[in-house]
Structure formats: structure tokens, C-alpha cells
């Protein structure tokens, strides 16, 4: 995977302790989440508390990278400086979990592919920065997957 | 969920409309936006019959936000000031069922005596604020600079470049076109319905004519909006007044009662994680309000729903239950039941998308103004005595009926 990020410039998020696991899993190749250790609950957005059973007993785990598309956007409209338009946003569910979505971009799809339903795989977008490298966690069709 | 409720409990019915006023609107007035604000709220007050001393509470919708610039033009402490209110209650916040979040929270307000007569608004200055750069200039992080950090709701979205409601309430519709065939010939009558109704609205943003080849070929926004999907920011202000109805009497409008309202929110608020991508809080605000009245949708004879994208106001025709969930395409297909004289007149001031971005309180505005006979060229042909309102999209939703009695 290139080091060089595809897109020069993104708004990165603010890293904290809450957070910090999932924006820079992508350095191992982890997509990884919060999870309550008690009840198996994932947990996205970090929050300090199971949702479920509301324990403090979570811990950050990987899991596969393999996801759902649930729905998308194609963007045309030049927002910000970002990716060269148009773009794609969806947002997609994990295999492990459907309840548990992310906001992303689809990325090495031509847009006349894109299906709602079909598998994903996650792959990262590297930025440097001051204050903390951060994996951009973007998705794009799973390779030998039946659409 | 569902519960029966003696009509005692139901105390939003102890609240109604008596006034609405408007400031000037346009694409950019350059206005100091607490002046359209306050010309607003004395025009309400006159239209009431009131006068200022009257006015004893103060409701409004977002309160103060200097980010996105536009967004606020006057909180409330800015108006209780400006115009030496003194008020038994008072309150403005975001985190509310939608725009009307604040009206609800004014009729339960009047209901249970905190107040008599509360002032009601909501101000926008974005056509001013985005200037000739339009919404790109009031993006987070606009500037290009490096060293702004994503946080909160936005770590969530910015980050992949998608920092517009546009884009998030597209992939809802997106994914109601799936699972229901929905299409864009069908979307766009919402947009050709509200520009043929703002045509004979003075104040409206945009009256030339629209056809739907006109809609279909504008340029794309986001998939599957394009750019009349969108509504148009403006500057602009809206007040209404919320009586009590014992003390609504003697005034110079007929009261339009406050039958049921809805303001429930059964999801995860958020814009991704709801739990159903192709609805939204729409469902549980229209379903909460029909467990309130023994009203039906087949009693309402007109929906005024908001339009800040024109899929919003597909969901509420969905989630009120106009039609069944799925079926608001072929509903407004054609244009025929939505229009003037349709089964139901819908957004007949022009909506958000031709009338401009008034925020969700220019539906109860025009309500208002159908159900007192005062609309003019757009006036609905039929007596008005049964009308809804709702506004609000994502997780953030609420809708009112309204009985002229
Ligand atoms: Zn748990």
C-alpha cells in the first residue's frame, strides 16, 4: 500500500484517547472499534460506557475490514478542496456487525458498479501530521467477492 | 410506544397560533440580521393584535451560533433585550425536535401557565454570510488551512469530504430509491410543484417557470440530488405567535389551535448510525403525533413540510402517513394531489427550494396565513380548517396540526 496519501489535502480528525486507536489502526492494516468485554457490544462512536449494559469493562478490538455498502453518494459538487470530483461517500456497515457504520469514501469503483449490498474491504489513506498520523479508513469493492 | 392518552393530558391543545410576521427576505439584503429579526417579531406582535407588553415568553431555534456564519441571526436574549421583554419563560437551543422544536416547546410552555403569549423565531442571514462563494464558504475548514481538526459530529464526515448536509441527506434518498424504485422524475415534483406556487408568491426567491426537463438538466450536487433538490439560502425572518387559548379570545385572527404535536426521536441521533437509512426521525415525530388526536391524515387538507432538500419533504408525506412508507413517489408523481387545488396543497408559498431558506418556520408562517385566508394569488380555493405542519430532517424532526375553529 503507497505511503503517499491519494488525496493531498483532507480535514483530519482531532485525535484523543477515546479515538486515537481507531484513526491509526490503519499503520498495522487494522480496522478496529471499541468493544464492551462483558457483553460483546461494538461500540462507534467511542463513548465511555457500553450502550448495551452500560459497563466500563471495553477495550479497542481489530476486526476483519470487510464491510456491507448500505448507501452512497456520487459528489459533484467542489465542497472543499479533497478528492478529484467526482467523488464517492457512502456509508457502510461491518460484516461483524450491521449496526455499527461508518461515513467513508468508496474508492477504485467505477461509479456505473456501485450496488447497495455489495462486499467491501477496507483499505487506508495515510496522512503525516504535527499532531498525529492519521489511516483514513476507505473502502472499495472485495476483490473476488459475488456481487 | 403506543398509548392511550385522555384528551387532558394532551395539553398542546391548550396553545394556539395568533399571529405570524415576516421580515424582508431575499438572497442578500445586507441587513444587520437582529433588525430583520426584530421586524419580524413586531410585525407578529401587530398581526396578533398584541403589543409588546403582552408578550410574556420568548422561544427560538438554533439560539446564538456564530458557526456556520448565517446559520443564527438572533438568540433570544438578543431579542428579550432589544425589545425590554419581561418573560415568565423563555429558551432557544439546537438540540430540540427540529425548528419547531421551539414552537412544541412554547405551546407546553403557555399550556402549563409559564406563560401567556410567547414570541416564536427564527432568523437566517446565510445569502449574506456565503456571499458569491455560496455554501463552500461556511464549509469547516474552508480556508484550506491544515490546521483545523475535525471534532464531535464532523470527525465523522469531514474527514472524507462530505461536510454537507446535502451529501448525507442524499444517501438517505439514495437509499429509499433502492428499496423502493423511487426516482428523480418522481423527487422532482416536489421542486416543480414549490417554484409554480412561489410564482405567485411576492416574497419568493426564484418564481420563473421550472419544467422537468429543466429540473433533470441542472447540474448535479450530490447523487441523487441535483441543484433544485436544494433549497436557497436567503436572509430572512419569521415570528409566530403561541397564545394560550383562553387568552386568545378577543384577538384579531380566528385561533388556529394546536391539535397534537409530534417530537419524538426513536433512533440514534446521528446522521449515519440511525438505525433506517431510508427514514428518518421523520417516522417517529409523524407516527407520535397521530397517537394525540383522533384526527386522521385523511382530515388534513393541506401539509406545508419542509423542503431543504426535496426528499425531506417525501419522508414527511410518509412519516405523517399521506401515503403509505415507499409510496411518496408515486404520490406526487404528476403533481395533481400536491398542487394549489390537489387533494393536498403542499409548500404553496414555494417551499424552501423557491421561497428561500427560512428554516423550517416559514411552513408554519404560510399555515398560518392559508388557514386566515390571506394568501392572496396563492390563496388554496378550499376553506383551510385542518392543516399540518412539519420541519426538520435527519435526527432532528417535528410537526404540529393545527385546527381553525
Ligand atoms: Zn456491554
Redesign the pocket.
Known amino acids: 500500500m503507497s505511503d503517499t496519501p491519494t488525496v493531498p489535502f483532507r480535514i483530519l480528525p482531532k485525535l484523543t484517547d477515546a479515538n486515537r486507536e481507531f484513526w491509526q489502526g490503519g499503520q498495522d492494516n487494522e480496522l478496529r472499534f471499541w468493544r ?1 468485554q ?2 460483546t ?1 461494538f461500540i462507534h462512536p467511542p463513548q465511555p460506557i ?1 450502550p ?2 452500560y ?1 466500563k469493562n471495553l477495550r479497542v478490538e481489530p476486526v476483519s475490514g470487510r464491510a456491507t455498502l448500505t448507501t452512497y453518494s456520487i459528489n459533484h459538487q467542489p465542497w472543499m478542496p479533497g478528492p478529484e470530483l467526482p467523488y464517492v461517500v457512502a456509508i457502510i456497515e461491518i460484516v461483524e456487525d450491521p449496526s455499527v457504520r461508518l461515513t467513508t469514501n468508496l474508492v477504485d469503483c467505477d461509479h456505473a458498479d456501485i450496488t447497495i449490498g455489495m462486499a467491501l474491504k477496507v483499505q487506508f489513506e495515510h496522512h503525516s501530521d504535527t499532531d498525529g498520523d492519521v489511516w483514513l479508513p476507505l473502502f472499495a469493492p472485495e476483490l473476488g467477492a459475488a456481487q | 410506544m403506543t398509548e392511550t392518552l385522555d384528551a387532558n393530558s394532551i395539553i398542546e391543545r391548550r396553545a394556539c397560533v395568533t399571529g405570524v410576521g415576516q421580515s424582508d427576505i431575499g438572497r442578500r439584503l445586507g441587513i444587520d440580521p437582529l433588525e430583520l429579526t426584530l421586524d419580524a417579531c413586531i410585525a407578529a406582535i401587530e398581526h396578533a393584535g398584541l403589543t409588546p407588553a403582552d408578550i410574556d415568553g420568548v422561544a427560538t431555534y438554533p439560539g446564538p451560533m456564530a458557526v456556520p456564519a448565517g446559520f443564527s441571526g438572533a438568540g433570544a436574549y438578543d431579542v428579550i433585550d432589544a425589545m425590554r421583554l419581561s418573560v415568565g419563560w423563555y429558551g432557544g437551543g439546537l438540540e430540540t425536535s427540529g425548528q419547531l422544536g421551539s414552537v412544541i416547546n412554547a405551546c407546553l410552555a403557555v399550556a402549563s401557565g409559564l406563560a401567556n403569549h410567547v414570541l416564536c423565531f427564527r432568523s437566517v442571514w446565510e445569502g449574506t454570510a456565503q456571499g458569491s462563494k455560496g455554501r463552500s464558504a461556511v464549509m469547516p475548514g474552508s480556508g484550506g488551512s491544515g490546521s483545523f481538526k475535525a471534532s464531535g459530529f464532523t470527525e465523522w464526515t469531514l474527514p472524507f469530504s462530505a461536510p454537507s448536509a446535502a451529501v448525507w441527506i442524499a444517501m438517505f434518498a439514495q437509499r429509499h430509491f433502492h428499496l423502493y424504485g423511487t426516482t428523480r422524475e418522481q423527487m422532482g415534483w416536489i421542486a416543480i410543484n414549490a417554484r409554480r406556487n412561489a410564482a405567485l408568491n411576492p416574497k419568493a426567491i426564484y418564481t420563473d417557470p421550472m419544467t422537468m426537463d429543466d429540473y433533470l438538466g441542472a447540474r448535479m450536487i450530490a447523487t441523487p440530488f441535483g441543484l433544485f433538490d436544494c433549497d436557497a439560502p436567503c436572509d430572512g425572518a419569521t415570528a409566530v405567535i403561541i397564545s394560550r387559548v383562553d387568552r386568545a379570545k378577543d384577538l384579531r385572527n380566528t385561533p388556529l389551535r394546536i391539535e397534537a404535536v409530534g417530537s419524538a426521536l426513536r433512533g440514534r441521533p446521528s446522521w449515519d448510525q440511525f438505525d433506517d437509512l431510508s427514514t428518518m426521525a421523520t417516522r417517529d415525530a409523524g407516527a407520535q403525533l397521530w397517537t394525540r388526536t383522533d384526527l386522521k391524515p385523511s382530515d388534513v387538507q393541506m401539509l406545508q413540510a419542509y423542503d431543504g432538500f426535496t426528499f425531506l419533504t417525501m419522508s414527511w408525506l410518509e412519516a405523517m402517513g399521506f401515503c403509505k412508507v415507499g409510496e411518496s413517489g408515486p404520490f406526487v408523481e404528476g403533481g395533481e394531489r400536491i398542487a394549489r387545488d390537489g387533494v393536498l396543497p403542499l409548500n404553496t408559498h414555494g417551499g424552501q427550494l423557491s421561497a428561500g431558506r427560512l428554516h423550517g418556520y416559514g411552513f408554519l408562517h404560510e399555515a398560518a396565513i392559508q388557514m386566515w385566508g390571506e394568501g392572496g394569488a396563492r390563496q388554496i380555493p378550499n376553506n383551510v380548517e385542518v392543516g399540518a405542519v412539519a420541519a426538520g430532517g435527519g435526527n432532528t424532526c417535528g410537526c404540529l396540526l393545527l385546527v381553525k375553529e
Open positions: 464492551c462483558d457483553c457490544q457500553c448495551s449494559c459497563g
